[in-house]
């Protein structure tokens, strides 16, 4: 009865590990971090432009490499490859909506998040002045950090900026 009971225990514990697993993220969507022009462009064929100019991004990085009609949840986004300059590897993703949007949005894209990766590790609010808002919400992984960030301006409807990104956590060894 007690292997029975051990059995079980141990199957249990298992098998929480195996589903806590899955959703930790080692890259974005179908791709690792590390992957080379060819292998992001291989993987997103049908969907992913190469640009002729470098857009260059902080932390040593930069982006050739966009898809303009990426979809979540019926809300199409942008999304940019951001490469390393010393290694033209993978080291972040920057998704941002074509769509106009709201703090509901935001608010429901959180949701969205959490159901996926879990309560999230940090969550910010910041309010430089009355009229100006930042939100920002963060999951760190073993091999990847996700931030959720949205700004707004409560007097000016038109600056609302929302960008989700996924960003490679070298490990130390």
């Keep these: ?17 195996l589903y806590s697993q899955q959703n930790i993220p080692n890259g ?3 791709i690792k971090w590390g992957a ?3 292998e ?4 997103y064929k049908d969907s992913a432009k190469q640009t002729l100019h470098k857009i260059k991004y902080g932390g040593g990085r930069y982006s050739t490499i966009k898809m303009n009609n990426y979809f979540i949840q019926n809300t199409s986004f942008s999304v940019q490859f951001l490469l390393d300059f010393a290694k033209n590897s993978l080291t972040g993703v920057v998704l941002s909506p074509n769509e106009p949007y709201d703090k509901g949005f935001f608010e429901a894209f959180e949701e969205l998040l959490i159901e996926k990766y879990g309560k999230p590790s ?5 309010q430089p002045n009355q009229d100006m808002m930042l939100l920002k919400t963060e999951w760190s992984f073993p091999t990847t950090s996700i931030y959720l960030l949205y700004a707004y301006n409560s007097r000016d409807s038109t600056f609302n900026d ?4 996924y960003s490679f956590v070298p490990t130390n060894k």
């Design 1 to 17: 009865m007690k292997t029975k009971i051990s059995f079980c225990v141990l199957y249990f514990l298992f098998s929480l590990q």
């Design 28 to 30: 974005w969507d179908k």
């Design 36 to 38: 080379n022009i060819k």
């Design 40 to 43: 992001i462009l291989k993987v």
């Design 122 to 126: 940090k969550q910010f609010v910041f």
């Design 162 to 165: 929302l960008k989700l990104s």
